[in-house]
């Protein structure tokens, strides 16, 4: 996935129709959201693990992908496929405290993220 296709995807699930309005969620210029349409630059990998959350993917295997496509990806290329494959290995541990006022035990749940099936 790259740049244009990833913020292209952010506004339709987010509703932003234009680049000011995605820009301003984010806290960029509309020029940056427009210039990663574009293709003249790339999001940073914080940048682009945000709008991968906005679309409802993988932020970090996301992130990566955008990042080993842009033009200083290639010197990375290396680190950012560990960093996918990495991410597609989390397992998200959650706590569940109780609700009740009875002082019941918490229990610990561990879920899947399916991240393995996004690969």
């Avoid at 210039?35 to 409802?56: K, V």
């Avoid at 993917?57 to 010197?75: H, Q, W």
């Amino acid at each position: 996935m790259d740049a244009a296709q990833l913020v292209s995807l952010a506004m339709k699930k987010t509703g932003h129709t234009t680049s000011r309005k995605l820009g301003e969620a984010l806290g960029v210029s509309h020029v940056s959201v427009t210039q990663w349409i574009n293709g003249t630059t790339c999001p940073t990998f914080e940048y682009a693990a945000e709008l991968a959350l906005m679309a409802g993917l993988p932020p970090v295997k996301t992130a990566a992908e955008v990042r080993m496509g842009s033009k200083d990806g290639a010197r990375h290329k290396a680190l950012l496929r560990r960093m996918a494959s990495l991410a597609a290995m989390v397992t998200l541990t959650v706590m569940v405290m109780p609700s009740h006022a009875d002082g019941g035990p918490s229990r610990i749940r561990t879920y899947n993220q399916g991240i393995m099936s996004s690969l």
